[in-house]
């Protein structure tokens, strides 16, 4: 039976473990329990949505229900919505080799993998902010977009197919060997909300070529993979290293469909770059911000840094100003540090900054730990690091054994983690003793609390360095208590419509639109 600890974890909501266990509350009881007991219990208002949403699907993988609520819906209500059209992303998940496997083993044991299999599915897309749709059984339909929509609705569909392929790889077959997967995703327009059925048998009815494509793509999946449409494939930008297989006859389809095999998640320096297949859009109505940043660059370069903090609503353009400034100072000599907080790892300490060393250092999904080594310590040599202790402390960071060639660390969790802290902050002040330093930290709503802890160490020693720090938050996001030192701040306001039309207008004319359109 799967436990707690390891489904919490799978879900990115470990951290909760030791108040669960404070009031006695097993996997069982969690099932039980609705949005207000969990923020009686300290659940942050977006990790009481996710959980809901698995708890959602373990009853649906259990049989005590076949509806995935809405996360907005009150506990234990069905997830009833008047059917919509609108563009959602598809996934369908299957369980490679399971009549085999059937055949071959007692059926107690085959419900027990299939049992674990659906919770390693049902973990990763509530993780990915999904909606289970159904289990079919050894089959997964899941919703990206719907009911709401986010962000990234395409990527997150991505990563939830990898995590599911990486969660299986953990669970044996009675032979020893490894569970497997493969994924088909698609997205379009559908029309979904509605629902069919009766009685408990009620669930969100979804109509449209699109999920039809998406199962298509999985029954072609050979295992351990993922293939994606053409649409898909597009919204992912560059975030994930995909091959082009060609054009396929899939059953159904008139005309052969274009196909995409995703390899991995590609090294790019920003989720911004990422997104941005057909380049930067223009820079309308923000004079007065890049006037700023400029004035800010220019006293850094003089050895009079300081932070900057821009903030504002989603997609009001904070990341495409700091990509503007990162152009308009490209040809100038000086390093540029990013670090980017992530929603699904608010609770790993350092995530920023361990991702920045991964990219920096070129670190290889297939480098041996030996290579790793090698590759920081060219990167903080490079960067004028010389002591060894600083070395041992960026190993212990990433995960990276020494195997002896360093002092081991022997320090108390409290006073490792403070020395790293220090050591970072050391690290930016040697390289800014050689060129100026802009040091950017992208979506700091979603910072961990130890990143923010090396955020106010190195704001209260910035004014006499060559760094300049760039926060870019939504609203929401307080900027740490410093001693002395205050952060330059500036809300994003909205463009007028005069500056929508030329952005509009702007963003048109370097792409080529249907003449319908």
């Known amino acids: 039976m799967i436990k707690l600890e390891a489904w919490l974890k799978e879900l ?51 049989g005590l229900g076949t509806t995935t609520p809405s996360p907005e819906a009150p506990a234990g209500a069905s997830a009833t919505h008047e059917a919509e059209r609108r563009q959602i992303t598809v996934m369908f998940c299957d369980l490679v080799g399971s009549t085999e496997l059937a055949n071959a083993i007692d059926p107690e044991d085959m419900g027990a993998l299939i ?30 977009g719907y009911p709401l929509a986010h962000e990234d609705d395409a990527g997150q569909s991505v990563r939830a197919a990898m995590a599911i392929i990486e969660g299986l790889a953990q669970t044996n077959r009675p032979d020893g060997r490894p569970l497997e997967a493969r994924a088909g995703i698609a997205t379009g327009l559908v029309v979904v909300g509605d629902s069919s059925g009766a009685g408990n048998a009620r669930e969100p009815d979804i109509v449209g070529q699109t999920p039809n494509l998406a199962a298509r793509l999985q029954a072609l999946a050979e295992p351990n993979s993922i293939l994606v449409s053409q649409t898909t494939h597009r919204l992912l930008g560059r975030q994930f290293d995909c091959q082009n297989l060609g054009e396929r006859a899939l059953k159904g389809f008139a005309e052969p469909v274009q196909v995409w095999l995703v390899l991995s998640e590609a090294v790019v320096e920003s989720r911004f770059a990422a997104k941005q297949s057909a380049g930067p859009s223009p820079l309308i109505g923000r004079v007065e911000e890049m006037g700023l940043l400029r004035d800010h660059w220019n006293r850094t370069r003089q050895g009079a840094g300081g932070a900057v903090l821009l903030q504002g609503e989603a997609g009001m353009g904070k990341s495409r100003i700091v990509d503007a400034l ?27 900054v361990i991702r920045h060393f991964e990219r920096a250092a070129g670190f290889a999904p297939a480098d041996s730990a030996s290579c790793k080594l090698q590759k920081l310590e060219a990167l903080l040599a490079a960067g004028g690091a010389k002591a060894a202790a600083t ?48 040091f950017v ?30 926060i870019t938050a939504r609203l929401e996001y307080m900027p740490p208590q410093t001693n002395g030192a205050s952060f330059a701040s500036r809300v994003l306001s909205r463009l007028t419509k005069e500056q929508c039309v030329d952005l509009v207008a702007g963003t048109a004319a370097t792409r080529s639109l249907d003449s319908a359109v």
């Open 326 to 352: 990162s152009r308009d100072i490209e040809d100038e000599p000086h390093f540029r540090v990013l670090c980017q907080c992530s929603p699904y790892h608010m609770n790993s300490s350092l995530y920023p």
């Open 441 to 470: 930290l992208e979506d700091a709503h979603w910072i961990d609390p130890t990143s923010q802890e090396l955020v106010t160490r190195l704001a209260e020693g910035i004014a006499t360095t060559s760094v300049l720090a760039l």
């Open 115 to 144: 049992r674990r299999y659906q919770d390693v599915c049902a973990g990763a897309i509530a993780r990915f902010d999904g909606f289970l749709a159904k289990f079919m059984g050894d089959g997964v339909l899941a919703y990206f």
């Open 12 to 62: 990115g909501l470990d951290q909760y473990c030791p108040v669960l266990a404070e009031n006695d509350i097993d996997l069982d009881v969690l099932l039980d329990l609705g949005e207000p007991d969990l923020e009686k219990l300290g659940f942050s208002l977006g990790h009481r949505r996710k959980l809901m949403r698995a708890i959602a699907a373990r009853k649906l993988a259990l």
């Open 391 to 438: 070395t041992s402390l960026m190993a212990d960071l990433l995960s990276i054994p020494t195997d002896g060639r360093y002092p081991p660390l022997v320090l108390p969790p409290a006073q490792r983690k403070g020395a790293i802290v220090a050591a970072l902050v050391d690290q930016l002040t040697e390289l800014a003793a050689q060129k100026p330093v802009l």
